[in-house]
């Protein structure tokens, strides 16, 4: 019963470097997330992907790219990073189109330094 | 723009006591709205989540939320806090279009002491 799997769980960065974080849900979801998670900002949305095939912007895209890669799976790309994307990344899933009622269901994050 | 709004960002109460979480919503029609808790190094855990069908709505160890319209608040709360209720919650209210993501308030740090 995984739900959502993130990987890594940790992560150290020196600016400059890239590095893909991963998401997968094997609950046949349609939607995915990633967020990002700041002391007293809460979540706050990068990409979501509202189908297979489809990726939109949310609050904070900038230096991030993403990936819908298939049905299951949901990769962020960070390119260079910067010390300001020093957070702990949370991927979600969920499917609204069946449920709009239906909650997220949430990995349980990747902790990022960049150094 | 819809937002969300938790009022006091760290709460502490004694063991027993009432717990009360405010959270108050702005959006031009009834949005879906929901309870996340998270405990230290963790992802977010649904507490409960409010359907038509009820105002009052209960979810799980014992927590339960008030859907009032007039005020547009959906209050959490708990009749008497346990240690273990130690843990960061979350407002959260979803649009009523298909794919869209949610918005989170900014949360609020509930300390429980015994």
């Given amino acids: 019963n995984a739900g959502v799997t993130q990987t890594p769980k940790f992560q150290v960065l ?29 979540l706050r ?25 298939n049905k299951r799976e949901f990769s ?26 239906q909650p997220q269901h949430f990995g349980d994050g990747t902790r990022l330094s960049i150094l | 723009a819809q937002s969300v709004t938790q009022l006091g960002s760290h ?13 108050n919503y702005s959006s031009s029609v009834p949005p879906y709205l929901f309870w ?18 009820a105002t009052l709505v209960k979810g799980i160890n014992g927590f339960e939320a008030e859907f009032k319209k007039s005020e547009t608040s959906f209050h959490l709360t708990k009749p008497s806090a346990h240690m273990s209720d130690a843990a960061e919650y979350f407002c959260a209210v979803n649009l009523n279009q298909a794919g869209t993501a949610l918005i989170f308030g900014k949360g609020t740090t509930l300390s429980v002491s015994s």
């Fill in chain 1, 45 to 69: 949305l990068i990409y979501y992907s509202a189908s297979e095939g489809t990726t939109d912007k949310g609050e904070v895209p900038n230096g991030y790219n993403v990936s819908r890669l």
């Fill in chain 1, 14 to 42: 020196k600016t400059g470097q890239s590095m893909t974080l991963q998401c997968a849900q094997d609950m046949n979801h349609n939607s995915m997330y990633w967020y990002r998670q700041d002391p007293g900002m809460g």
């Fill in chain 2, 11 to 23: 709460v502490s109460v004694s063991e027993g006591a009432l717990v009360l979480l405010r959270c």
């Fill in chain 1, 76 to 101: 962020l790309r960070l390119e260079s990073a910067a010390p300001s994307q020093t957070s702990v990344y949370f991927c979600a899933s969920s499917d609204p189109v069946r449920d709009l009622n």
């Fill in chain 2, 36 to 53: 996340y808790v998270q405990y230290p190094n963790q992802g977010l855990q649904l507490l409960l989540k409010y359907t038509s069908a």
